[in-house]
């Protein structure tokens, strides 16, 4: 069992930037892919970024390469997702996201098995 729980949410400016974190519990975190999606209001959630059990391998949605990081600390159970120049677009519900079956990502969101509760992000004009 895996337990996730988002922070670093909030309200920003345009151009801002935040950090979001994600702490997991249970043993499976240093072998699990780790993923962070997002669901705006009335929209379907949405992929956001990924990384591999090592950190050696990072995804991202085209929308937000080059203006947002992925990394993790497996000796804390951390994954991060530092997010700058921000949009307004980029207002949304995020998700911290654990596929303990697979060590590296796999596209699609059925492919994570574990969801945390997700963590508001608003981005003012």
């Known amino acids: 069992q895996v337990q996730l729980v988002e922070s670093g949410g909030g309200l920003v400016q345009a151009g801002g930037s935040l950090r979001l974190s994600c702490a997991a519990s249970?043993?499976?975190?240093?072998?699990?892919?780790m993923g962070w999606f997002r669901q705006a209001p009335g929209k379907e959630r949405e992929f956001v970024s990924a990384?591999?059990?090592?950190?050696?391998?990072?995804y991202y949605a085209d929308s937000v390469k080059g203006r947002f990081t992925i990394s993790r600390d497996n000796a804390k159970n951390t994954v991060y997702l530092q997010m700058n120049s921000l949009k307004p677009e980029d207002t949304a519900v995020y998700y911290c996201?654990?596929?303990?079956?697979?060590?590296?990502?796999?596209?699609?969101?059925?492919?994570?098995?574990?969801w945390g509760q997700g963590t508001q992000v608003t981005v003012s004009s």
């Open positions: 996201t654990a596929d303990t079956y697979h060590s590296d990502h796999r596209t699609g969101r059925y492919a994570y098995n574990y």
């Open positions: 249970g043993r499976t975190f240093s072998t699990s892919a």
């Open positions: 990384i591999s059990w090592n950190g050696q391998n990072t």
